[in-house]
Structure formats: structure tokens, C-alpha cells
């Protein structure tokens, strides 16, 4: 495993990425309404990404077409775009991922369409307050493991499904580097937690335990239908003081 720690002139750089990451999401977000399509949010978030002198880090990369991962209710991640509206009471995950002056930024969340039930509002909220939950311990002196054994109780506790077959990541010069950050482990365990690390801390969150199947696709990554699932990412810089976010504006904070 070769972690890359960031120089000052590379965090700049990511700054400044993730601070045009969140632009594009916001945009994305404002369009969020029953009636519209997922192929729609995609032009709009492409067009938001090149506007803004940056490239789309997600389209073309493994093959995955589009701009967006967009996922609906119970598709928790890699959601392919389509030209099907969204109607009143779903939640739509939004992942997406941007490359500016040579450095990526990642970023995820999930809004609800129109009026949404209190269990999916419950769940929402509680996914992003995992994140902040283990962002407590993206320091120095904790591990990685510490970091995902937070989220892992914090959900668990609650009686959600904690995703196990898909993981946060190290973000740099590519959109995936080392370490893998997953939000289940053991405390103490994992690589160290140092300055200049870049990570996006993802939960992946169901409303019930539930294992994730790949639909024909190839990319739909689906909890079963009648569950729910939602998404809450940020890029993250590790300083001497503690977290840093590189993408994202707090909305929750964990109690």
C-alpha cells in the first residue's frame, strides 16, 4: 500500500478543487424535483463541471458512462442515468467526482424528491451523521480502523445495514488511491491516520441489513427493493489539528 501524503502546494490545489466539486453538487441539488430525470442532472452537472475549466472524473473511468452515479431508493451506488422522471417521495443518491489543475475531489449526497417519508428523512440525516461521526477520528494518533469502526457502531445502533462491498478511498492525483477507508473495521487496527492525507469518508447506509447485488447492468449496485439507501461523501484533509473538508458544507452535526 503506498499512501500519498499531500505537499502544501497539493492541498492548495485540492482545495481549490473541492471547493468547485461542491459548486457543481449544489447546482446539481437545486434541480433535484419530482419530474425531472437523472439523464437531465447529469447534463447539468457536466456542464457545471466544464464551465468551471475541470473534467468530469467519473465518465470513461473502469467504463462507467455518464457524469453522475445516480441512485434511486434502493440502489445504493454506480446508478446509471435515464431518461425515467423522478416521482414525489423517492431519494435520489448524487456521486460525483471532478479534476481540476491535476487533482480529483469527491463528494456524495442524497436528496429527497419532493416530500419523502419520516423513515427516509430519518435516514438521510442519519447517514450523514455517521460521516461526521467518524470524522472525529480522521487525526493524527487514531488508525483507520478507528475511523470505520465510528461510523460502523453509530449505524448499527440505529438499525441500519452498514454496505460492506463498497468502501471509501484515498483521494490525490488519481480519484482512487490508497488507503481503502471502509465504514466497518476494528479500532486500532489499519494504517495510521498522518498530516497530508487525503480521504473521501463515505457511508453507505440501508434502511435494513441487506446484502448489495450488481444488476445486469454491470454497475447498479441494488440493496433489494423495498429497502432504502442513502449516501453522504466529503474529501477530507488530515492536518497536524485534526479534519479538514476539502468538499461539502455542514449541514448535520452528530450530537
Known sequence: MAIKLKSPWEIERMREAGALLTEVVEEVGRHVAPGVTTKELDRIAYEA??????????????????????????????????????????????DVGLIYGGFAADMARTFPVGRV??????????????????????????????????????LESRGYGVVREFVGHG???????????????????????????????????????????????????????????????????VTEEGPELLTGVPLVRAR
Open 117 to 154: 417519508s419520516p423513515e427516509a428523512e430519518r435516514l438521510i440525516r442519519d447517514t450523514e451523521a455517521a460521516f461526521w461521526e467518524g470524522m472525529k477520528y480522521l487525526r493524527p494518533g487514531f488508525r483507520i480502523g478507528d475511523v470505520a469502526h465510528a461510523v460502523q457502531t453509530f
Open 49 to 94: 463541471i466544464r464551465k468551471r475549466k475541470a473534467k468530469p472524473a467519473f465518465l470513461g473511468l473502469y467504463g462507467f458512462p455518464a457524469t453522475l452515479c445516480t441512485s434511486v431508493n434502493e440502489v445504493v451506488v454506480h446508478g446509471i442515468p435515464s431518461e425515467e422522471p423522478l416521482k414525489e417521495g423517492d431519494i435520489l443518491s448524487v
Open 171 to 237: 483521494v490525490g492525483r488519481e480519484i482512487h488511491e490508497d488507503p481503502q477507508l471502509p465504514n466497518f473495521g476494528k479500532p486500532g487496527t489499519g494504517p495510521k491516520i498522518r498530516p497530508g492525507m487525503t480521504l473521501a469518508l463515505e457511508p453507505m447506509v440501508t434502511l435494513r441489513p441487506a446484502p448489495v447485488v450488481i444488476l445486469e447492468d454491470g454497475w447498479t449496485a441494488s440493496a433489494g427493493q423495498g429497502n432504502l439507501a442513502a449516501h453522504y461523501e466529503n474529501t477530507v484533509l
